[in-house]
């Protein structure tokens, strides 16, 4: 019988339906979620600097985005650059396994599909955590999620998966007509929400808190409960051991790198782009610079607005009204309502304070309700929803196409490539995109969280893998290993001498072959910093450095990972020896168009 031949088709099957406008949306939705949404406050609360010591009276989360962008632009510049000498769908993955090799191709992509898929899950919970928890209050009052628990969070994000994998399956063009409604909507609600900012006072801000909350809730309270020794741990006990401004910034920066995945969305669905190899570097570096401004244009914005309220200067147990003249620590309600929000000890309900976490929308809606906008406050409930909902459609192409390219190229079974002659879109691959959602469904929902009715306690610690901390955590690791392989391809595009077709023929190389692999070095240097943060910095993901190794719970996250990786490689070697491919004359080739 004679050797099995690869690409026994011409084509894909796929069609490049992509234009220019939408693999930029494509990039934006996949990145603009729910994180940027509180991170400068999440950050602010979690690692409580004094106001008084922010350098230049910038906060460490703007400038973990400004710094973190810039770290995440060279891994952008480097993909762009590999991706258009190979625009394909899958990406990364036909990448990575041309250059690297099929099995690095394989795991890499394999651990994205997953984090992507995963994702999905979680996207599609948190859309109902934003109207019932986070955003809705603002508009709709403070109990409107009152009675919920964490099996109707499953369901409804189990729902929105079955949704819009249903529409996955009738192809790009349904997906992207669909995109474009949900991006475009957040898109121009944004400058109503930087309108309302900008509107920010101590008058209306206390106004529209009267308004929302009750009598008695006043700015003041905020920073009091924050700062009061009485009520448990407090701001300044919390600031002692963060070390100074650049520890801070070095947590927010784990924060930062999340938020900004996604920024390389576009090359996943390469193979359905219009005009791919211009197209593909221009979308994404565009995009990437976009998000950049508008994360750090945003955090700035908000957090400079609520610094100028309620300020109090604390020495020692004393906390006094006003700035600080002295050596004292100066807090606002930035730093309270982030602390009381997000900070690990006194909380908003410990303070007796309406149980509303600071978001963005919950500045905006407290000041429009302050200067009689407050009947309006629904736009904010679509401006913060939508921006969550539109990851959707693009985790639905990104994660199904690689499949497809791993099934197109017989690493994975074949049926996962058959592509829907009328819809052009890869069916099976979708289905299976959907199924694995429902992981990232059970972890956002909660049900193995402490006192979560799927957590019995058991010493494998299922919380810190099916929980909600267990899924970020492992989804913002699996990315990050992926886009290290992805950039360092690029490192030896140029110095293979038997990829010498692919460098000849690619459209972009910048400063020739030694500048292609200095870029490839800059890009894949970041991603091994971002590595590091997730695995071993204090406060990351897995924070290896200080973990206690004899403790099962604290590195079952980690076993939990090795387990995929292992995994993952007993795919492969199975598949490849039923299949009795050889993988080394077939990954010689580049997939056709």
């Not at 189990?158 to 909507?185: A, E, H, N, S």
């Not at 701001?235 to 520890?247: D, E, F, N």
């Not at 997730?534 to 996250?557: E, K, R």
Request: with cysteine; aromatic share 12%; proline share 4%.
């Amino acid at each position: 019988m004679a050797e099995e031949k690869l690409f026994v088709r011409k084509a894909t099957g796929l069609v490049r339906e992509i234009g220019f406008l939408t693999a930029i949306i494509i990039v934006i939705a996949n990145t603009v979620g729910a994180g940027w949404q509180k991170r400068v406050f999440q950050y602010t609360g979690l690692a409580p600097l004094p106001e008084n010591q922010y350098l230049a009276g910038i906060p460490p989360m703007v400038m973990a985005f400004i710094i973190g962008g810039l770290v995440v632009l060279l891994s952008v510049l480097a993909v762009a650059v590999v991706t258009s000498a190979m625009p394909r769908s899958g990406g990364g993955y036909v990448a990575i396994s041309r250059i690297l090799g099929p099995f690095w191709g394989f795991i890499g992509a394999w651990l994205e599909f997953l984090s992507i898929a995963w994702s999905f899950g979680l996207i599609a919970v948190i859309v109902f955590e934003g109207i019932y928890k986070n955003i809705g209050p603002i508009a709709f009052g403070v109990n409107i999620g009152a009675g919920l628990n964490e099996w109707f969070y499953f369901g409804a994000g189990l729902l929105l998966v079955l949704i819009f994998t249903v529409v996955g399956v009738f192809g790009v063009k349904l997906t992207g007509l669909l995109l474009q409604v949900m991006f475009w909507i957040p898109a121009v609600l944004t400058f109503y929400v930087l309108g309302l900012v900008s509107q920010v006072s101590t008058s209306s801000v206390t106004a529209g808190m009267t308004n929302l909350f009750g009598a008695g809730v006043t700015p003041d309270k905020y920073v009091i409960a924050a700062t009061d020794p009485t009520l448990g741990t407090t701001l300044q006990g919390q600031a002692a051991g963060i070390g100074g401004y650049w520890g801070a910034f070095g947590t927010a920066l784990i924060g930062a790198y999340f938020a900004y995945i996604g920024y390389a969305a576009s090359t996943f669905v390469a193979g359905e782009i219009k005009q791919a190899n211009k197209n593909i570097p221009r979308s994404i570096v565009l995009a990437t610079l976009l998000i950049i401004a508008l994360y750090v244009g945003v955090s700035w914005a908000s957090s400079a607005a609520l610094s100028g309220i309620a300020v109090h200067c604390v020495n020692g147990n004393t906390v006094t009204a006003g700035a600080c003249s002295g050596n004292g620590l100066q807090y606002s309600l930035l730093s309270a309502w982030s602390y009381l929000s997000f900070g690990g000890g006194t909380s908003l309900k410990d303070a007796g304070l309406p149980g509303v976490n600071l978001w963005t929308s919950a500045v905006s809606g407290v000041t429009a309700s302050g200067i009689g906008l407050g009947s309006v406050n629904v736009l904010l409930v679509l401006f913060g929803v939508f921006w969550i909902a539109n990851d959707i459609p693009p985790f639905i192409l990104t994660a199904s196409r690689i499949v497809f390219a791993m099934s197109f190229d017989r690493v994975l079974p074949a049926p996962f490539a058959n592509v829907n002659d009328r819809f052009h879109s890869p069916v099976n691959a979708v289905i299976v995109t959907g199924v694995v959602a429902i992981l990232g469904c059970i972890s956002e929902s909660k049900l193995f969280d402490a006192g979560g009715p799927l957590n019995g306690g058991s010493s494998l610690a299922l919380s810190t893998v099916l929980g909600s901390g267990g899924g970020v955590a492992t989804t913002d690791l699996m990315d990050s290993l992926f886009f290290t392989f992805f950039t360092l391809s690029l490192v030896v595009l140029p110095l293979r001498a038997s990829k010498r077709q692919i460098f000849d023929t690619a459209p972009y190389k910048p400063g020739g072959k030694w500048g292609m692999v200095a870029l490839g070095l800059g890009g894949f240097a970041a991603n091994l910093f971002v590595d590091y943060e997730f695995l071993i910095a204090p406060g990351g993901d897995y924070g290896l450095g200080t973990v206690n190794w004899s403790d099962i719970s604290a590195i079952s996250g980690l076993i939990f990972l090795i387990g995929i990786v292992v995994l993952g490689a007993a795919i492969y070697f199975a598949h490849r020896m039923k299949r009795g491919i050889n993988y080394a004359t077939i990954f010689a080739q580049i997939p056709p168009e």
